[in-house]
């Protein structure tokens, strides 16, 4: 995946608590095989209403969305952040995620920022009074910033996530990193093996 410091640009607000996993991407979506084009799929019972937020004009292009409470509860599929990314979203602040949710972005690339419910409310605020306002996301120095507002604030990140946002390392890239280790195991495991059977 892509490493990510800094995320920087527009931020739309999703003012709805308890958005789980088949409203961001409907369950008729997940029988695509790629993992490619999701993006169309992206709360598409609600983008038939035209008032909905991401049909908004001034929130075209948004990296960044703040979304209420509860964000990402339900099933397991990976497909929501997949459906998040394709569509342009590089990160999500709120105050509370669905742990799978959670574990899902972080293994993908999608920078999950946790914030008071307060805090949440303000930049909500912001947002939407001034929706061509940029939201900077520090995740090397865990701050979140609107500088134009002078709002500007520490979250929490385990280290374990942070890390691996930084290095852009995904499962694959954990596990290739220990790649000397495995190699070594392999070929005393083989060795062992080997020399077991002969004494068979």
Known sequence: MKAVSVVDGTAVALRRSDVDTDQIIPSEWLKRVERTGFGRG????????????????????????????????????????WALMDYGFEAIISSSFGDIFRNNS??????????????????????????????VIDVENLRVAVPEFAWSHNFDMDSITQERLLQGWDDIGLTLRQAQSIEQYESTHQSHALNSALLD
């Not at 035209?50 to 075209?60: D, G, I, K, M, T």
């Not at 914030?115 to 940029?134: A, G, M, N, Y």
């Open 106 to 135: 972080s293994k993908q690339g999608l920078v999950i920022v946790q914030l008071p419910t307060e805090l949440v409310e303000e930049l909500q605020t912001i947002i939407e009074q001034s929706p061509r306002t940029h939201v």
């Open 42 to 81: 992206l709360f598409s019972e609600w983008r038939d209403d035209a008032s909905f937020v991401l049909n908004r004009p001034e929130h075209q292009g948004a990296k960044i969305m703040v979304a209420g409470p509860r964000f990402g509860t339900g099933s397991s599929r990976e497909h929501a952040v």
